[in-house]
């Protein structure tokens, strides 16, 4: 089982260069081709073997990583969630499925507007699932927002 997963950024400083296990992070970016930049970043950082998985809302994952090395991509489930508030609300169920064994990483990337459409209580429920899900699964997940 993982304790870490990079974060994809050489210039941080050693503690905010990686995730821990069972952690949920949540980045936002101003533009949409940084939180892509970023969401490259995060995947062709991790090692051979770390079992991770992509989500994307509102843009196909092939076309979000772009011209990332086979590898990187290739040992990568890749999964489109609809732009809408219901696929939304259940991303928590459906993200126990895409981890195969303990200590994984989810990534879901979307734009924020998506966010916007949950009322304050429903994003903590939504939140509080998520984390429910990394404590579950000895996981970690990154939620990468733009815009």
């Known amino acids: 089982m993982a304790l ?3 974060f994809g950024i050489k210039q941080l400083w050693d503690e905010l ?3 821990q296990a069972r952690g949920l992070y949540w980045v936002n ?3 949409q081709e940084n939180a892509r930049n970023l969401c490259r970043q995060v995947v062709a950082s991790q ?3 770390t079992d991770a998985a992509l989500i994307c809302s509102g843009e196909p994952p092939r ?3 772009g011209a990332l ?3 990187a991509v290739s040992r990568l489930p890749l999964f489109t969630l609809p732009l809408k508030k219901a696929a939304l609300l259940r991303l928590p169920t459906e993200a126990a499925r895409l981890i195969r064994k303990p200590g994984g990483l989810i990534i879901y990337y ?3 507007t998506l966010m916007l459409e949950l009322s304050p209580e429903a994003m903590t429920e939504w939140l509080q699932g998520l984390r429910r899900l990394a404590n579950k699964l000895g996981s970690t997940v990154l939620i990468i ?3």
């Open 110 to 112: 979307a734009p924020a």
């Open 4 to 6: 870490s997963f990079p």
């Open 69 to 71: 090395p086979n590898a």
């Open 145 to 147: 927002c733009h815009s």
């Open 47 to 49: 090692p051979q073997g």
């Open 17 to 19: 260069s990686v995730m």
């Open 29 to 31: 970016s101003d533009t």
């Open 63 to 65: 076309d979000l990583l």
